[in-house]
């Protein structure tokens, strides 16, 4: 059909669309919707805005074109889940759409026959867990809700899957509804670790049983196994609010020091008063020699005490290389070339792999900066430059027929080019 032809007067389908009844042309739309389900949604966008209607009808009309889109999406959807996964295409194709539908789903409130079908829909593939698109899936359900009552009626389809993570969220949905008994049913069939205890605690405590809710949290320290987090400083604010300040402290020093970094010490010692602070100092180094860890050497460092974080470097010199690809530890080591240049100089040098080896770009790069290391204390530490080159030297030669080697370690090692 030619460019100039798209008139009504010359465009034969026009012309017969003009002459078809209200009843052909329903049946045509019938029929093109039974081979693409898309085009259901289509029409109702377009004429949501061009037919005069009584508001239950576009209520509906909304209703039912977010539904279509759930079967648009469905099919791809179903392979997902069917291989657990598939190609970056269809995932992306499927997260989108599911997201498009939870944006609707949050501006439009389904009918009640629509959100059942919807739902019956969702619960399967909830219930599988194979297609990877759990969170946006769980969220379509969530936007189905606009009352405690639709709430309910999830957490209730939730509990019915008899799995630990939509249980999970059943509890979490009768415990923002108010539905005391239910919630405190399903917590009951698991109080296995300190969030658990946590999350019952926080429960009694915000419905004003206090001493319900302290109890649980102590309880919770005696039984629960991990994720201790939130269930110390529960108890820790609780005694600081009833002005027991050492059992505050007790419980914030076990907290700040479960796992102990210099961001933690610090915290530490600014809570605490000089006299408490001469207490839980001592019971600190206690600890950094028991676990003598890189936050240990900056405790030490920021402390000030130079040759007991030195002795993390001696202790573990022979095994420098595994630190190869922690940044960490040589930031920290840095600290300590003006002061020991001989010892951390050797650290360096055992940082470094094997040079005499045909191998990756990264591996390249990677020994490059070790050895970039090595000429930094060398040359701008212990001004020692004929030292570098004496080193520096057989490295080049020994490698000069490897092109790739040598542009890496141009690029990352100054006057390489020149040696």
């Known amino acids: 059909m030619g ?3 798209n008139t009504a007067n010359n465009d034969p389908l026009i012309n017969m669309l003009n002459a078809a009844t209200k009843n052909d042309l329903i049946e045509l739309v019938n029929k093109l919707i039974k081979n693409d389900i898309s085009i259901r949604r289509m029409c109702i966008d377009n004429l949501k805005g061009k037919v005069d209607v ?8 909304e209703s039912s074109a977010a539904l279509t889109l759930w079967y648009e999406i469905e099919s791809e959807l179903s392979e997902l889940d069917e291989y657990g996964g598939g190609d ?30 919807l739902l019956d829909e969702v619960f399967p593939y909830i219930e599988s867990g194979n297609a990877g698109m759990d ?4 969220d379509i359900a969530y936007a189905t809700c606009k009352n405690d009552d639709h709430l309910s009626e999830l957490a209730k389809r939730f509990e019915d899957l008899k799995q630990d993570w939509p249980i999970e969220h059943a509890r979490r949905i009768y415990k923002k509804i108010g539905n005391h008994e239910k919630y405190l049913e399903l917590r009951s069939l698991k109080m296995h670790y300190g969030a658990d205890y946590y999350d019952l605690a926080s429960f009694y ?5 206090k001493e319900k809710a302290i109890n649980t949290a102590k309880k919770g320290m005696d039984l629960a196994e991990g994720r201790m987090d939130e269930l ?12 027991d300040r050492e059992t505050y402290l007790k419980y914030y020093f076990s907290q700040k020091t479960d796992c102990l970094t210099l961001t933690s010490y610090k915290e530490l010692e600014e809570e605490c008063r000089k006299e408490e602070w001469e207490k839980y100092e001592a019971k600190i180094l206690d600890l950094l020699k028991k676990d003598f860890n890189i936050q240990a050497v900056k405790i030490h460092l920021y402390r000030k005490e130079y040759e007991k974080a030195l002795q993390c470097f001696e202790t573990h010199s022979r095994s420098a290389y595994y630190f190869s690809g922690d940044s960490e530890v040589f930031s920290v080591a840095k600290e300590l070339e003006a002061q020991y240049p001989t010892q951390i100089l ?10 005499n080896v045909s191998t990756s770009r990264k591996v390249y790069s990677q020994n490059a900066e070790a050895v970039a290391r090595v000429r930094r204390v060398l040359v701008d530490v212990m001004q020692r430059p004929d030292e570098w080159k004496k080193f520096a030297l057989p490295i ?3 490698n000069i027929k490897r092109p790739a080697f040598q542009e890496e370690f141009s690029r990352i090692i100054p006057d390489w080019d020149n040696l």
């Open 205 to 209: 405590w915000g419905i004003g049983e």
């Open 54 to 61: 009584s508001p239950s009808v576009n209520s509906s009309a």
């Open 3 to 5: 460019k100039n032809n």
């Open 396 to 398: 080049k030669l020994n």
């Open 232 to 243: 110390r400083m529960f108890l820790a604010e609780r005694a600081k609010e009833a002005g």
């Open 88 to 117: 970056y295409s269809t995932e992306d194709d499927v997260g989108t759409g599911l997201y498009q539908l939870e944006e609707i789903l949050k501006k439009v409130t389904l009918t009640e026959e629509d959100r059942g079908e």
């Open 135 to 138: 969170d946006a899936l769980y």
């Open 346 to 355: 050797s650290f360096y040098k055992l940082s470094i792999g094997n040079l």
